[in-house]
């Protein structure tokens, strides 16, 4: 079993900044990502990053959030700048085998864009 704890949440005005944080219980060559959920919404993709480092960012997000994985610290970061209203959402850091042995979700961290 693999804890996943998150961190880095909170309330922000539009066009601000947040960084994000999830750090897995042990070590892992998984792939970590981050997922959110809006009221009455699906949860979705945000990002995600192998072991080795290649990324992915939903469209909605890319050019304006990065994430980045410390290996050596079992941590993986989402920074998030030019923040906006729809941003807001329970962010979920999950990590999961390439091969689908293991699927693990942090206890989500909310994340509020207003004014």
């Known amino acids: 079993q693999v804890q996943l704890v998150e961190s880095g949440g909170g309330l922000v005005q539009p066009g601000g900044s947040l960084r994000l944080s999830c750090a897995a219980s042990?070590?892992?060559?998984?792939?970590m990502g981050w997922y959110r959920q809006a009221p009455g919404k699906q949860r979705e993709l945000v990002a995600d990053?192998?072991?080795?480092?290649?990324?992915n960012l939903a469209d909605s997000v890319k050019g304006r959030f990065t994430i980045s994985r410390d290996n050596a610290k079992n941590t993986v970061y989402l920074q998030m700048n030019g923040l906006k209203p729809e941003d807001t959402a329970v962010y979920y850091c999950?990590?999961?085998?390439?091969?689908?042995?293991?699927?693990?979700w942090g206890q989500g961290t909310q994340v509020t864009i207003s004014s």
């Open positions: 042990r070590s892992s060559f998984g792939i």
């Open positions: 990053i192998r072991f080795s480092g290649s990324a």
């Open positions: 999950r990590l999961q085998s390439v091969a689908g042995a293991y699927d693990y």
